[in-house]
């Protein structure tokens, strides 16, 4: 719970503090023109310019070192003859050379716009499939949509949002299994009323599989080594519910917001995963699964949260976790054991560091519920200590 000596300031201990902007290192370009189609028109001028002043003196130098000219003599009138045509030959060249530049320049317009076309087309192609019926057109879908976003780096984070948004729709793991069936039942009333009832246990059969696809791929883009990188991005999985997460060795640059979302299944792993975003919020979240890792974590953003968190599993290792940042809280979060569990549900932060003259509060003073033991660096708490 918070305290009185909490040194965060009202404006800090805000949830949603302005986010701040994040650097994008090592910027990519979407696939397109490549070489000197892909220059600008006025550096292809300047360019051609300077290529033909450069051509012209160093010819006027070179035929003044290698011809005697007779300066006292004067220009004869063949010799302007010749310069004249020499001048008009240059400024129709330079001319044409304008005019195919401009040539260039409405192609790379039109060019662009086919490859705009092109991402809306497969865009909306992924997005249909990841609405399909079929189990197996969602998967496809999640797949279209990954590579989509590996291929358009500018438009990564759009693809990212689709894929967030989709675990952020409604799933119940109990019809997970059912087929996508409805059954109509109608009622009649004595006094002439009748009521039709509509009832379809499962609009996306087996959408688990579908989920686990999404995080599996998103796990895969945001390891050390990825090929296509989105540790950048930002990850918006409010109220997600997810099963069976396993974002081991992750790393997340952007704002990553966990609110409200729910972690099932058997085990929930953010084991030696870095986030290193300004805000990080885990608040009001569920930890459900029977094992949640944070063991080895890093946690080095302004603001990390885990106020109104619960953990009812029954193991939750945030053992050598390190908080490095500006406020890390646990107010008000609560470690029980639901029944029919009767152990309680184990708890440990051992070897917890905190760095930066980071603030945690709420660690040393957790909710405890239904026989729950937390143990900090070989000390058992078991209640408000």
Not at 54 to 75: K, M, N, P, R, S
Not at 191 to 211: I, Y
């Amino acid at each position: 719970m918070a305290t009185d000596d909490d040194p965060a300031p009202p404006e800090q201990r805000a949830r949603h503090p302005d986010p701040a902007p994040q650097p994008k290192p090592n910027p990519e370009r979407d696939p397109g023109l490549r070489g000197l189609a892909s220059w600008s028109l006025w550096a292809v001028l300047l360019g051609a310019l300077l290529l033909g002043t450069g051509a012209v003196w160093g010819a006027y130098v070179g035929v003044g070192e290698l011809v005697e000219v007779d300066t006292d003599a004067g220009i004869t009138p063949a010799q302007r003859i010749t310069a004249a045509f020499a001048v008009a030959t240059a400024a129709g060249v330079l001319v044409a050379l304008v005019v195919n530049l401009r040539k260039q320049d409405v192609s790379e317009q039109t060019t662009r716009r086919e490859f705009d076309a092109a991402f809306t087309d497969r865009f909306a192609s992924a997005a249909a499939q990841l609405g399909g019926a079929a189990p197996a057109e969602r998967i496809a879908g999640v797949y279209a949509m990954a590579a989509l976003a590996d291929e358009h780096p500018t438009r990564r984070q759009q693809c990212l949002d689709v894929l967030c948004g989709y675990l952020r729709l409604p799933f119940d793991p109990a019809t997970n299994h059912l087929a996508d069936t409805s059954t109509t039942i109608t009622q009649v009333f004595h006094d002439g009323r009748t009521v039709v009832h509509h009832e379809n246990p499962a609009s996306k059969p087996f959408d688990q599989q579908v989920r686990e696809t999404i995080t599996t791929v998103i796990r895969d883009h945001t390891q050390p080594d990825a090929h296509r990188s989105w540790s950048s991005l930002d990850y918006n999985l409010t109220g997600a519910h997810l099963t069976n997460l396993d974002l081991t060795k992750s790393r997340f640059a952007g704002h990553v917001d966990f609110y409200a979302a729910t972690f099932s299944g058997v085990e929930t792993s953010f084991a030696e995963t870095m986030f290193s975003g300004d805000h990080t919020w885990f608040d009001g979240a569920t930890f459900s699964a029977k094992t949640t890792l944070f063991n080895g974590a890093t946690f080095s953003g302004d603001h990390t949260l885990f106020d109104g968190a619960t953990f009812s599993g029954e193991i939750a290792l945030f053992d050598g976790a390190t908080f490095s940042g500006e406020t890390t809280r646990f107010d008000e979060a609560t470690f029980c054991a639901q029944p029919p569990r009767t152990t309680g549900v184990k708890v440990t932060f051992d070897g917890v560091k905190r760095e930066n003259d980071a603030t945690l509060s709420g660690l040393s003073a957790p909710r405890l519920q239904d026989g729950a033991t937390i143990t900090q660096d070989g000390k058992q708490f078991h209640g408000w200590e």
